[in-house]
């Protein structure tokens, strides 16, 4: 009988892993090394193993899959990852990124334990739907996560499909090529200013960490009584989304416009979410959910505009729950889930 899996969050700076049972409990605490994720993929690779060996002896049990949830273009079903723009080396004067990197195989070998990966923002989804607001009972569910981008998942389930579904839980909308679920490139202004991904008006050039951290900028020298001023003494560099979240809750009047203004663009996108998934549920997570009413506020208000009103009657829009331990859970869900497929 299978009592436990590996959840395991590759991310660019750290690796983390912990073993957790069905129920999502951690069996000990979350073990912690740096990836070295521009390090090249061997040098990688061994931090992974380091951290999930050390994972799984601090657990005392015998772990039965290993979930990964890794930054990219995942092709979960063959385990590799066909891009990573923040993994890879210096060759020369070039960093050349993973490409179609057989990363699962990798892991699988060194460790002598299946492996099934997935993209860290979809996992994310998955795990908040298992082991958060979706308490694997929520019909759908749909996340956003806010940070230094916006990432975001999709989680179907059979009330939200047509025909012969007999799943049982949540499954995670990947696409045909894994690439599935970009919802911080979903547009909410045709002619807005440039993405990183190159088109124009994505939510991500709207709500992203640098994005509200510029606009806190610009609102403190226009509005020079602001507590923004006062809490970084008249120095704008000290500006952070914890900051203006700070200033919001003390009543300035400049820190709620600023999270008013990035709510409504979110609030768009959550409309378009609605109306495209008719999800039971909208989780929001990242850091920069954490700035609470003023944010919120603000998205429901523009959902009510913008969304349907027969579907939205059925969906709530809340913060999501596991906030810290977002990617370790995502890979645990989806570990529980093939662990019981091959039963």
């Keep these: 009988m299978v ?70 273009h995942i092709d979960s079903s063959r385990g590799v990852v066909r891009w990573a723009p923040n993994f890879g080396e210096m060759r020369g004067e070039i960093f050349e990124v993973w490409r179609e990197v057989p990363l699962g195989d990798a892991v699988q070998a060194r460790l002598q334990l299946p492996v099934v990966m997935g993209n860290d923002a979809n996992l994310a989804a998955l795990g908040e739907y298992y082991f958060g607001v979706g308490r694997g009972q929520a019909r759908g569910l749909v996340m956003l996560t806010l940070g230094t981008g916006i990432g975001g998942g999709v989680v179907l389930t059979r009330h939200q499909v047509q025909g012969n579904a007999h799943w049982e839980g949540g499954v995670l909308l990947v696409g045909l090529g894994g690439g599935a679920g970009e919802l911080g490139h979903t547009v909410v202004n045709f002619a807005g ?25 610009e609102e403190a020298r226009r509005n020079p009584d602001s507590l923004l001023n006062t809490l970084t003494a008249d120095d704008p560099s000290k500006i952070t989304p914890a900051l203006v979240s700070h200033a919001a809750e003390q009543g300035d009047p400049t820190a709620i416009a600023i999270w008013h203004e990035v709510g409504v663009y979110l609030g768009v ?54 906030l810290e331990d977002a990617g370790v859970l995502g890979g645990a869900a989806l570990a529980w889930q093939a662990a019981e497929a091959r039963r």
């Design 193 to 217: 200013p440039r993405c990183g991904c190159g088109a124009r008006g994505c939510i991500e050039a709207y709500a992203r960490r640098d994005t509200i951290v510029e606009l806190a900028r």
């Design 3 to 72: 009592t436990a899996v590996v959840g395991v969050d590759l991310g660019g700076t750290n690796v983390r892993a912990t073993v957790l049972n069905r129920a999502g409990e951690l069996l000990a605490p979350v073990v912690q090394h740096p990836s070295r994720a521009q390090e090249g993929f061997k040098i990688t690779l061994e931090q992974i193993v380091l951290t999930v060996r050390e994972a799984i002896e601090a657990s005392g049990v015998a772990p039965a899959v290993i979930g990964m949830a890794v930054p990219g």
């Design 269 to 322: 996108a959550v409309a378009n979410l609605i109306n495209i998934f008719n999800p039971e549920i909208v989780a929001i997570g990242g850091q920069i959910a954490k700035a609470g009413a003023p944010l919120f506020d603000a998205i429901h208000k523009t959902v009510r505009d913008y969304a349907l009103p027969t579907l939205l009657q059925d969906c709530r829009i809340v913060p999501a729950e596991r």
